[in-house]
């Protein structure tokens, strides 16, 4: 719902000033999922608005489950543009939705599914919100609810920073979805005016930063954002938030088989952290396994998982150059719901996990 034409057309029916924080709690709080449903309002008025103004601003179109619990959503926005969303449960029983930000990409990393279908358009604020409001109303009869929002999913969040920092008060509001600054967070592929946006924000949202790769040449091919803002103008940028922010950082490494995985990028890896005395006090890496999917055509994807002994002497290193890390659980690949397949119509490989035992399982904090 676009709050602002809401506000505007209760104004212009002269309605008292009450009704639209009545309708904000009932559609953010409550998640009611129609005018029809918020009961304390008249039913002329309820009608009134039905007519008026579109109570949402997304379709669902598909959605598909993971053999882990995982729920992908396919919405169609009112311009029939596609996004994409993730349910993620914990066992822990926490659930984190992870929300698109733009249709497509504008930033096209080698590795993404994403990047690889080009960029329509950015979201709007109520677009992002959405995302989060329908798994909260699907976990609601089971007496669950969203805990977590990470800003993960199609595009860069950097890129639409207006509306990604609408969407957050949104969902921060007390009058609205009321989440912790805490359990959002926001991932970046590094725009350096965005980091520095960020850290001046008197909030407690969390930062992660998409690394995957210690060295500038190589990060460029990977990413080539990096040509715009390397590693010299990033991770002073990164030193300045964690001093500014006092808050810890994740640093997502995303490994890739024979590319970034070697103990030569490990130690590389360890070189920059501790060339940066800030980041390396309070940052986290975060090793993600890349999932191998099939383009539209059955080609085979040119990247590869990493071997399980690679990532054993990776982690290795790190723990002996004294570098947090840990390995986040990869969920959703039978989806196309893992990190970097968010997109429609990428297929993933059936091919069996190199190492079943340990492919998507965390690996806790490995200091
Ligand atoms: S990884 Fe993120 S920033 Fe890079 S192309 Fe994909 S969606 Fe965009």
């Known amino acids: 719902m676009d709050l602002q034409q809401l506000e505007s057309i209760l104004n212009d029916m002269q309605q008292p000033a009450y009704r639209f924080k009545q309708i904000k709690l009932a559609v953010y709080k409550e998640l009611k999922d129609s005018f029809g449903a918020i009961e304390n309002i008249p ?78 358009r950015v979201l709007t604020a109520s677009e992002i919100v959405e995302q989060v409001l329908y798994f909260a109303r699907a976990l609601k009869p089971r007496g669950e609810r969203v805990t977590n929002v990470v800003f993960m999913g199609e595009g860069e969040p950097f890129l639409n920073y207006d509306n990604v920092k609408s969407a957050i008060l949104l969902l921060n509001d007390n009058d609205g979805f009321n989440m912790g600054q805490r359990r959002i967070s926001v991932s970046t592929s ?40 390397p590693l010299e103008q990033l991770m002073p940028a990164l030193d300045r938030y964690v001093a500014r922010t006092n808050r810890k950082l994740m640093i997502e490494y995303l490994l890739l ?14 070189d920059l952290i501790h060339n940066y005395k800030e980041v390396l006090r309070l940052s986290v ?72 035992a340990s492919a998507g399982v965390s690996g806790g904090v490995g200091t």
């Open 257 to 270: 088989g024979g590319l970034n995985d070697s103990v030569h990028n490990a130690d590389a890896l360890a």
């Open 43 to 120: 039913l002329p008025l309820r009608r009134d608005l039905d007519r008026l103004v579109p109570f949402s601003e997304l379709t669902l179109t598909t959605e598909q489950q993971s053999t882990d619990g995982s729920v992908k959503a396919l919405f169609a926005a009112r311009d029939h543009v596609s996004i994409e969303s993730v349910l993620i449960p914990y066992a822990d029983g926490s659930r984190t939705v992870c929300v698109s930000t733009e249709a497509g990409c504008q930033v096209n990393c080698a590795f993404c599914a994403t990047g690889h279908l080009g960029f329509t």
């Open 285 to 356: 890496i975060n090793l993600i396994i890349y999932n191998p999917v099939k383009d539209s055509s059955g080609h085979p994807d040119r990247f590869k998982a990493p071997r399980i002994a690679s990532l054993r002497a990776f982690e290795e290193v790190l723990n002996k150059r004294e570098i947090a890390w840990t390995r986040r659980a990869s969920f959703g690949s039978d989806i196309s719901g893992a990190c970097g397949q968010l997109a429609g119509e990428v297929t993933p490989t059936m091919e069996e996990p190199r190492d079943p």
């Open 190 to 229: 590094g725009i350096v005016p965005g980091i520095e946006r960020f850290a001046a924000e008197d909030w407690q949202v969390n930062l992660a930063i998409s690394l995957h790769a210690p060295v500038n040449g190589l990060r460029s091919i990977l990413m080539p954002i990096n040509r715009t803002y």
